[in-house]
């Protein structure tokens, strides 16, 4: 059975810290294109990161979080991250992760095989 599960989401003040996680069971996530999708309240869902599946640890980010966000992955652990810095209330979202074969840069929920339950971050003071 495959499972995305994320955790590390919370309330945190403008200008702090994150890192969330999405621990994969099911298949192996370095033969996937991983990513990071978010939806804020009220809003569509958004795409955010994806790190390339292989070697090379290739990571693209959508112009918002350039410079605040780093994707990374363990492939021992099978587990995808998102460490979040310098945080604003407009990062106030449901954070997924999402797993595909293919080197998509959207949100569409239909584009991924697997999916995520997502983990809920916000940015308040």
């Known amino acids: 059975e495959v499972q995305l599960v994320e955790s590390g989401g919370g309330l945190v003040q403008p200008g702090g810290s994150l890192r969330l996680s999405c621990a994969v069971s099911?298949?192996?996530?370095?033969?996937?294109?991983m990513t990071w999708v978010r939806q804020a309240p009220g809003k569509g869902l958004e795409w955010v990161s994806d790190?390339?599946?292989?070697?090379?640890?290739?990571?693209r980010y959508v112009d918002s979080v350039k410079g605040r966000f780093t994707i990374s992955r363990d492939n021992a652990k099978n587990t995808l991250y998102l460490s979040m810095n310098n945080l604003k209330p407009d990062d106030t979202a449901v954070y997924y992760c999402?797993?595909?074969?293919?080197?998509?840069?959207?949100?569409?929920?239909?584009?991924?095989?697997?999916w995520g339950q997502g983990t809920q971050v916000t940015v308040s003071s």
């Open positions: 999402a797993a595909s074969r293919l080197a998509v840069v959207t949100a569409a929920p239909n584009e991924y095989p697997y």
């Open positions: 099911g298949f192996t996530i370095s033969t996937y294109y």
């Open positions: 790190i390339n599946s292989g070697g090379g640890d290739i990571a």
